[in-house]
């Protein structure tokens, strides 16, 4: 297993070296809008914790995360009117990871709507920041 980088492109987002549209963020996570969308509503939540992937996360850290996980997939499916949802989580490049922090992709659906393909096409600023605030307003 490859060590923890400190320069990855969450952990520059994390300490505010990289802009991002927020969405939630608490002492354990920070959850913002996905720039390259695979559909409206794709929010991303990381740990604050530095750990590489799952399996890297100590126990006792990843419990409380999970929690910031599912409140912001509530969040995301109340507020974008979602018929449902996808969480997708990536380890390691053989297992499609490419941003080597713990994530995962919270993906609005809607039932006959298929995720539109991982184009590289970053989402217009407006629409990011249209989304979130839908999403922000359904916190509970």
């Given at each position: 297993m490859s060590s923890y980088d400190t320069n990855n492109i969450f952990a520059k987002i994390l300490r505010g070296e990289?802009?991002?549209t927020k969405v939630y963020e608490d002492d354990v996570a920070l959850a913002f809008m996905d720039v390259?969308?695979?559909?409206d509503g794709h929010v991303l939540v990381i740990p604050k914790e530095p750990a590489r992937g799952i399996l890297d996360m100590p126990p006792d850290a990843l419990g409380p995360f999970m929690q910031r996980v599912q409140k912001v997939a509530a969040a995301a499916k109340a507020g974008m009117g979602a018929d449902g949802l996808t969480l997708q989580?990536?380890?390691e490049s053989a297992g499609g990871q490419v941003i080597f922090h713990l994530h995962f992709h919270v993906l609005p659906r809607w039932d006959?709507?298929?995720l539109r393909p991982h184009s590289g096409t970053m989402e217009k600023p407006e629409v990011l920041a249209?989304?979130?605030?839908?999403?922000?307003a359904a916190f509970v």
């Amino acid at each position: 297993m490859s060590s923890y980088d400190t320069n990855n492109i969450f952990a520059k987002i994390l300490r505010g070296e990289i802009p991002s549209t927020k969405v939630y963020e608490d002492d354990v996570a920070l959850a913002f809008m996905d720039v390259m969308p695979r559909g409206d509503g794709h929010v991303l939540v990381i740990p604050k914790e530095p750990a590489r992937g799952i399996l890297d996360m100590p126990p006792d850290a990843l419990g409380p995360f999970m929690q910031r996980v599912q409140k912001v997939a509530a969040a995301a499916k109340a507020g974008m009117g979602a018929d449902g949802l996808t969480l997708q989580q990536f380890n390691e490049s053989a297992g499609g990871q490419v941003i080597f922090h713990l994530h995962f992709h919270v993906l609005p659906r809607w039932d006959g709507v298929p995720l539109r393909p991982h184009s590289g096409t970053m989402e217009k600023p407006e629409v990011l920041a249209a989304n979130a605030e839908k999403i922000r307003a359904a916190f509970v």
